[in-house]
């Protein structure tokens, strides 16, 4: 295969991930797609960066370092994580804290 081939290629596979990657509500002027788009057509595109951006899509290190349950549920505010997920969620929705909530610190 000839290196302009190869670099089409992983051109192609690039491309096809950066259509695959999840829109960021929180900066919709700045998306990890448009890079990686753009990054597509880079004349020294590796075969290792297309790998590791595979890699980034499809939540390898998360499997491969997963973190414990006690990671998860620090002892001191055992549900933290799960309210942050929580919180990020409704906020791309456009869903703010009543100002009871946080007022009273109540979640």
């Known amino acids: ?22 829109e960021d509500p929180f900066r919709p002027n ?5 890079l990686l788009e753009s990054l597509a057509d880079h004349p020294n ?10 890699a980034l899509k ?3 290190p998360m499997k491969k370092y997963a973190l414990s349950a006690k990671m998860l549920q620090p002892a001191s ?5 799960v309210r942050l997920v929580e919180a990020f969620d409704k906020s791309a929705k456009g869903i703010g804290r009543p100002w009871w909530k946080i007022f009273f610190g109540v979640w």
């Open 1 to 22: 295969m000839s290196p302009t081939a190869r670099a089409t290629s992983l051109g192609q596979q690039l491309r096809r991930i950066a259509a695959a990657w999840p």
């Open 30 to 34: 700045l998306q990890l797609r448009t």
């Open 45 to 54: 595109l590796t075969p290792e960066a297309v790998r590791a951006t595979r």
């Open 58 to 60: 499809d939540n390898e």
């Open 77 to 81: 505010v055992p549900h933290h994580y």
